[in-house]
């Protein structure tokens, strides 16, 4: 992993609930796209009121990163790179705009000059050989990530795509073209109950012919789990086919407090979820939630 050091250029508000950050510095010349339409960098923004101090982390031999001695802990957050340009220097960064967060307050008043740090990225839509048609399905925080892959997707693929925004004024322009059905739904965002768990169960319902598909559907964690089980367990999609990515936290302030606040035993057992060597990823994540969820969290 590389850290970069990353100077606003540019910042350009889309929507009431949405800006775009343009970002160059030499920092940025040996960034290197995974050229995955998803890919997702960690942001280190500054610990302070000073825009231009940003605490960098250093990257360790087991390709994570740790804070210089004596220098305060950046807030580091995970965004996706909505758009490279290599000849310019530069990346685009769309940020929800959702009043009470360190990254979303630091977009909401971002200036040409601000200095982050962000890390090398990592993509992980990973669709089949056979992909024939997908359905690409989020709220607000997967917007940038699906607009990317409508637009890098090939003309051979037909694609669904739907995307709860919290009301009209959210809603973009997106890639139009033979092949790609959008639809805009309104809610959750925190502004009120997701649907994501439905609008996947709608788009592929039950006895769907899953040959040549995959399914991708980011946003709200809650309203995932039962997203992936409902892939996973009632459509028996293989791992491959799809993939669900916790985007964001509800009441993520309290949600480390309330998991510490577990008897020690509860947290043990909830670790050794993770120890059963020959289960796919998916499936242990799917029993990890499901006790996640029995216990409130
Ligand atoms: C792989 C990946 C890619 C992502 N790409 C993007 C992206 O391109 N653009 C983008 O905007 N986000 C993206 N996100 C989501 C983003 O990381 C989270 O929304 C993050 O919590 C925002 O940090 P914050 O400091 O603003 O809020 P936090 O300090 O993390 O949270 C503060 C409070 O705000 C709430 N909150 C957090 N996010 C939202 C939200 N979106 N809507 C309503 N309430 C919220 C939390 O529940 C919490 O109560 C991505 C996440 C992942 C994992």
Known sequence: MTIHRAVVARVQPLTGTMTRI?????????????GIGDEYVRLFLPHGPDRGDVSLPETTDNGGWQTPEGRP??????????????????????????????????????RPGDVIGLSSPTGLYSPPADLSWQVLITDLTGLPAVTRLLEETSDQVTTRAVIEVPGPSSVQSLPDRPGI?????????????????????????????LTGGYVWVAGQTNSLRSVRRYLRKDL?????????????VPD???????????????????DSLWDEPDDEAEDLTIRYESRLSEFGL
């Open 181 to 209: 059905r959008t639809t805009w739904v309104h809610g959750g965002n925190g502004h009120g109950p997701s649907r994501l768990a439905e609008l996947v169960s709608a788009a592929i319902p039950p006895g769907t012919d």
């Open 236 to 248: 028996k999609l293989p791992v491959e086919r799809f993939k669900v990515v916790g985007y964001w």
């Open 22 to 34: 343009t970002f160059d510095g030499a920092g940025l010349a040996t960034f290197t796209s995974t």
């Open 252 to 270: 993520a302030e309290t949600w480390t407090e309330r998991y510490e606040a577990l008897p020690a035993a509860v947290r043990s057992e909830l």
């Open 73 to 110: 802990v950046a807030p580091m957050r995970s965004y996706t790179i909505r758009a490279v340009r290599p000849e310019a220097g530069e990346i685009d960064i769309d940020f929800v705009l959702h009043d009470h967060g360190v990254a979303s307050g630091w977009a909401a008043a971002a």
